[in-house]
């Protein structure tokens, strides 16, 4: 079964950095497009990035475009998210999700907390 697992997070000063993982199981990881999804406390998710199978092709929301970068090592089965010059804003539980358009499911790991504070 798909199984997705993040880590990575921690507590973080305004303007500093972090770099969160997730490792997927349970399907042919190189085959499929991976996304970062992230949700702020008291607030529903908010897509943040993606990234195609290769890792040749990413695409960013405008709130952390410049900042973050998405990336893949197919051979790990894993998905990064380099996050720089966070924000308090950027406080949130960080999601990875894969996507399968059909039949339509998401699979969600249990996510990993960041956390931007002085």
């Known amino acids: 079964q798909v199984q997705l697992v993040e880590s990575g997070g921690g507590l973080v000063p305004p303007g500093g950095s972090l770099r969160v993982s997730c490792v997927a199981s349970?399907?042919?990881?190189?085959?499929?497009?991976m996304n970062w999804v992230r949700q702020a406390p008291g607030k529903g998710l908010e897509w943040v990035s993606t990234?195609?199978?290769?890792?040749?092709?990413?695409y960013y929301a405008d709130s952390v475009k410049g900042r973050f970068t998405i990336s893949r090592d197919n051979a790990k089965n894993t998905v990064y998210l380099q996050m720089n010059s966070l924000k308090p804003e950027d406080t949130a539980v960080y999601y990875c999700?894969?996507?399968?358009?059909?039949?339509?499911?998401?699979?969600w790991g249990l996510g990993t907390q960041v956390t931007v504070s002085s």
């Open positions: 999700n894969l996507r399968l358009v059909w039949p339509r499911v998401d699979y």
């Open positions: 349970g399907f042919s990881f190189s085959n499929y497009w």
């Open positions: 990234i195609n199978t290769g890792g040749d092709s990413s």
